[in-house]
């Protein structure tokens, strides 16, 4: 059974940090790209970040603020946040792109076919 689920979400200060993990399960990161999203309220779901085999892209709303790494052993994904800012307070989600052994490329979510259900980040003072 293919699951995702994400923590590490929270209440931070702007200028503040955050590290989500993504857990996966029923398939690896080794075979599947592991995207994320968030939403805001009122919002709709926007792209943030994917990364496959040492390869990641991120959004330019975050770039130079996001890492992303994994623990092959534990099959996690971690998006470490930096430099947070009001505008990032969302619903953070990990989602696995629809193609296995394939770089994900896609901004688009009908792409991704699995989701966790979110963590909430809040960057309020």
């Known amino acids: 059974q293919v699951q995702l689920v994400e923590s590490g979400g929270g209440l931070v200060q702007p200028g503040g940090s955050l590290r989500l993990s993504c857990a996966v399960s029923g398939f690896t990161l080794g075979e599947y790209a592991i995207g994320w999203f968030r939403q805001a309220p009122g919002k709709e779901r926007e792209y943030v970040s994917c990364f496959w085999d040492g390869d990641a892209s991120y959004a330019d709303s975050v770039k130079g603020r996001l890492t992303i790494s994994t623990d092959s052993g534990k099959d996690t994904m971690y998006l470490e946040m930096r430099g947070l800012k009001p505008e990032d307070t969302a619903d953070y989600y990990c989602?696995?792109?629809?193609?296995?052994?394939?770089?994900?490329?896609?901004?688009?979510?009908?792409?991704?076919?699995?989701w966790g259900q979110g963590t909430q980040v809040i960057v309020s003072s």
């Open positions: 989602a696995r792109y629809q193609n296995i052994f394939r770089t994900c490329r896609s901004q688009n979510p009908d792409d991704y076919d699995y």
